[in-house]
């Protein structure tokens, strides 16, 4: 199967003219993007002896791409041109993982055949199980999975040859499958029961609930609702561009690592409590609030930049506007948690401190000015746990989803004109060169000297 390609070259639409400060002046080619702002290649800067600065990469386009585009201004994310609003409403996980691997959604033979490469790749060595079992009941699932995923590498040696492009799809096919697996593996070494074998018989979905909450004692049917609801959930986290995690794949990528240890290093960077795990850190804020009559003076407290306190799960590094995946994901959390109360179900204080915060929050103007709009991490936390699923387990649903991202881009990347490997540069501020004295040259000086 052959890898997405990029078209050859860049359309440039002319010059961008730089003069240094030794008077020189260096001409930069500007390309167009097919959406949002051009980019002035500044290759050319190494060969007058400057680099550019910027930390954070924030305006440095390290690669080109055709999978996503966000515009934060708009408050628009678009996957291979189409609204993750329409993605979310109209297609199931799968077809927006096709849609990443691929470039387009599947028509019905494609889904299906897409559907089954997936379904019978979701099995791992029961030899991964004795080793998932050695980590400690105590560990933290993403720990788990990092270890884990790397570890695949040892049972899959054709994923070492990058330069095979049937390789290539393979692999990235069998992490698409087995991630959810060791990630459900990793739930069930925390509470102590046995693992779950996924189910052929189920959807993507239903599996990953099936092995994490089935046990051997009873016949489990995951509720639609659920489903549903963590369905929305993978489809909204799938992508998001050249994030830290990312771009983490990438990086090690252009290395030629073999996609078990790249994936395993994007897992690495989602865990961050600012990238990942900042719904773990909405909960977290939720429980530390304890009441809803708690939040307004918690709010006060934000306001006073000398406490340190945060607000979790409100505005975000790249949306200047409402987040497109928390409008989602909002309807998703008002619809499913009414009907859970209405059947029964003891809804967790902190969801209603959660929503209490959030009216709060989108009718105060000192947040609205702020652009400090609910983003996703805020929504998906609390529907995550209303289904049912232990914070500890939040970053690794996200893992779950974020990796057909990863390797829609790590595919991208070997099959990129332009591939080398990563090397940023500094600005370097450190010691001039100087000289380590002489051995005894310190006891001779200080001799002299009495």
Not at 83 to 105: D, K, N, T, W, Y
Not at 369 to 375: A, D, M, V, W
Request: charged fraction near 25%; hydrophobic fraction near 40%.
């Amino acid at each position: 199967m052959p890898d997405q390609r990029h078209p050859p070259g860049h359309r440039q639409t002319g010059t961008a003219e730089l003069k240094l400060p030794n008077g020189k002046k260096v001409e930069l080619p500007v390309y167009a993007a097919t959406l949002g702002a051009d980019v002035i290649d500044v290759q050319q800067l190494i060969k007058a002896g400057y680099y550019t600065y910027d930390p954070g990469f924030m305006s440095t386009a390290s690669c080109s791409s055709d999978i996503t585009y966000i515009d934060g201004a708009k408050g628009e994310l678009l996957h291979r041109g189409y609204p993750i609003e329409q993605l979310a409403e109209r297609c199931g996980f799968l077809e927006v993982a096709h849609l990443l691997f691929h470039g387009s959604l599947p028509n019905r033979v494609e889904k299906t055949e897409f559907d089954r490469r997936i379904r019978y790749h979701t099995m791992v060595s029961e030899k991964v199980g004795q080793f998932m079992r050695a980590f400690d009941s105590t560990a933290h699932p993403m720990a788990m999975l990092i270890c884990t995923i790397g570890a695949l590498a040892a049972f899959y040696h054709e994923g070492s040859d990058v330069g095979l492009v049937d390789s290539r799809y393979d692999n990235a096919l069998r992490l698409i499958a087995k991630v959810p697996t060791l990630a459900a593996m990793s739930y069930k070494n925390s509470i102590g029961q046995p693992y779950m074998y996924p189910q052929n018989s189920f959807s993507f979905v239903e599996n990953i609930l099936y092995m994490m909450f089935g046990t051997p004692a009873e016949d489990y049917r995951p509720d639609k609702r659920v489903v549903k609801a963590l369905e929305t959930i993978l489809v909204l986290h799938a992508d998001h561009e050249q994030n830290a995690s990312t771009s983490t794949v990438r990086l090690a990528g252009s290395t030629n690592a073999n996609p078990y240890a790249c994936v395993s290093a994007g897992v690495a960077s989602l865990w961050g409590p600012a990238h990942g795990g900042a719904n773990e850190a909405v909960l977290a804020m939720l429980d530390e609030i304890g009441s809803v009559k708690n939040i307004k003076p918690f709010l006060k407290g934000i306001r006073d930049k000398s406490s340190g306190k945060r607000l979790m799960g409100f505005g975000h590094r790249v949306y200047k506007n409402y987040d497109p995946r928390a409008k989602v994901m909002r309807k998703i959390c008002h619809d499913l948690l009414p009907r859970l109360q209405q059947e029964g179900e003891e809804m967790d204080e902190s969801l209603q401190i959660a929503m209490e915060l959030e009216k709060i929050a989108l009718n105060d103007d000192y947040y609205v000015k702020r652009n400090l709009y609910p983003n996703i991490d805020f929504y998906s936390g609390i529907v995550l746990r209303a289904i049912g699923i232990p914070n500890p387990m939040f970053t690794a649903i996200f893992a779950i989803a974020r990796t057909v991202g990863w390797v829609s881009h790590w595919r991208e990347l070997h099959s990129d004109p332009e591939f080398r490997i990563g090397r940023p540069r500094q600005l370097y501020e450190g010691s001039k060169k100087r000289s380590v004295p002489a051995r005894g040259a310190a006891k001779k000086k200080a001799k002299k000297a009495r």
